[in-house]
């Protein structure tokens, strides 16, 4: 992650998925859990 002004100046800071760990190429199922 890089720190710039932005996250200097903020409380929290969250990292983005990479492209590939975004793919989107989940279905959610009702009732199961992984």
């Known amino acids: 992650m890089k720190?710039?002004?932005t996250a200097i100046s903020?409380?929290?800071?969250?990292?983005i998925?990479?492209?590939l760990e975004?793919?989107?190429d989940f279905?959610?199922?009702n009732g199961?859990?992984?």
């Open 3 to 5: 720190i710039d002004e």
């Open 32 to 34: 199961e859990y992984s």
């Open 22 to 24: 975004s793919w989107g």
């Open 27 to 29: 279905e959610f199922i």
């Open 17 to 19: 998925p990479h492209q």
């Open 10 to 15: 903020s409380s929290h800071v969250a990292a």
